[in-house]
């Protein structure tokens, strides 16, 4: 790595606010030596252009000596990011590559069949005659060829030990503060009918503790195992019989992985199983910190790293989390350059909403949104509801009120169109949203004002999380709730000209905020002093209602607006919580 470059393979023309200065900071930390350079820099630091000039530093093939290692890696959690950074032109040296699912056949007849399950994986004997013009295999081609190749960290993690996507100079993660979350996630281990399709014939006894469930794990390998051969037997398979084969061989894959490491001796990880239905029903194996997949995956993929998020808010536990060492680790803060008054905080807070006091809570809260549907006529607003169940109750309260028309909400199979929907409108629509704190650009007249109905604590029914509290993690806990309310504030303001009002409706949020105080970055902690009751008109639904609010009378097909509004407990998600467009932290989140 040559760290001196980094001010020549930046992307743009000019710098803006502590861009300049945020990389002489992170040159001089990797000069000094450290392997891992932490950078947090807050919304609106254009993160993606430090990215590509630390990426940048990377040694060339000219560089190079026959035996040392080239060139770089950029990834990150998620997809929408990397959507972003292949549609930046500043950024169009970077090659992106995705999942084999994200690409189609091109062979006649196949051209809806996503290329893992194409011929060429279905027929034992089939050659390809336009596999060089195949999509995916070219895209990948091309991504392991280029300087920089870019994908998400699921990608990034899944292509350990490959021959085409092996060892790099610089690996940068973006938005990598929950890299211990997803890594935990990544090697979770689900056994149910949706993962295992021969789950009837292998049916879970009652595991009780890891002994049990390596043991069944061992079963349902020998059985994954044996079907695959089944198929490969087979000269020719139909396309449910080869996303089937692959299935199981994830599943097994994840199975070897959980029994290699729970009966090594010197391993790190510690692992949770739940079942709680008990015999015959699914099984879920759950790592904690896992340190060993996080070194094979991530830590073995590079020499320097420079990992990057405005939510990285302590050194030492992040690196205790992800299995680094702080001796080699630097931290480069980032400066907020948006006006604190620009984004306010404000106190609305009716009560806790804890399970046990939400039904009392929660009406409260819902009158207090219509009084900030007044305040803002004619400006959309966000409102975060952490959970389905709280969104569904919110709604209907909305209905009783009289105030639907200018709501949106979302189910986890459309929230994907449901939000560009409302982006697209003009109309001052108010989007009911679950699991929208992150990865969400909302800037300018896009959206407003926000409203958070519940401070995001880990769900304690998890039994990570259960454990992490059962050894007094509380720390932990409360940065990890913290970190998500940074990550929601950063939704509507995002750019120093930009403004967004932000309203606190759970009163447990301030409590978090003096638990965690010592965690907060500075920035964070100026928006909390600051923090105001504002003066919201009287409660009156029919000023609610903009002269502009949609009628429902242009509202997509499908949508919450269209024909009768479907009350709380109606509708219907398809999949687990944890499948489609639901959340990939769904596991760790509550979200029902």
Sequence with gaps: MNPARI????????????????LADVRDAFEAGNDVVLVRAPTGSGKSLLARAIAGCARTAGEAGPEQIIDAYYTTPQVSQLDDVAEDPLLSDLSVIRGKGNYDCILPGETDTPVTQAPCTREREFDCQVKHRCPYFSDRSIAANRRIAAMTLAYFMQTAGSDVFGMRDVVVIDEAHGLGDWAEMYATVEIGPDTFPLFDEVAPPDVGDLADAAGYAERVSKTAERRVKELRNNAEIDPEEAAERDRLNELRRDLDWFVEDYRDPESVTTWVVDQPDGEGTPVTIKPMAPEKYLKHTVWDRGNRFALLSATILNKEAFCANVGLSPDRVALVEVGHTFPVENRPLYDVTRGKMTYEHRDETLPEIARTLVRIMQRHPDEKGLVHCHSYAIQDRLEALLADFGVSERVRSHESADRDAQLAAWKRSDDPGVFLSVKMEEALDLEGDLCRWQLLCKAPY??????????????????WYYRAALRTVIQACGRVVRAPDDHGATYLGDSSLLDLFERARVDMPDWFADQVDRLSEPDLPAFDPGAALADGADDGSSADPGSSQSGSRRRSGSRRRSGSRSSGGSSPMADVWDTE
Excluded: K
């Design 7 to 22: 001010f020549e393979e930046f992307p743009a023309d000019s710098y803006r606010g502590n861009q300049e200065s945020a």
């Design 458 to 475: 880990p769900n304690t029914r998890d039994s990570r999380v259960a454990r992490r509290l059962e050894d007094d993690q509380w720390g």
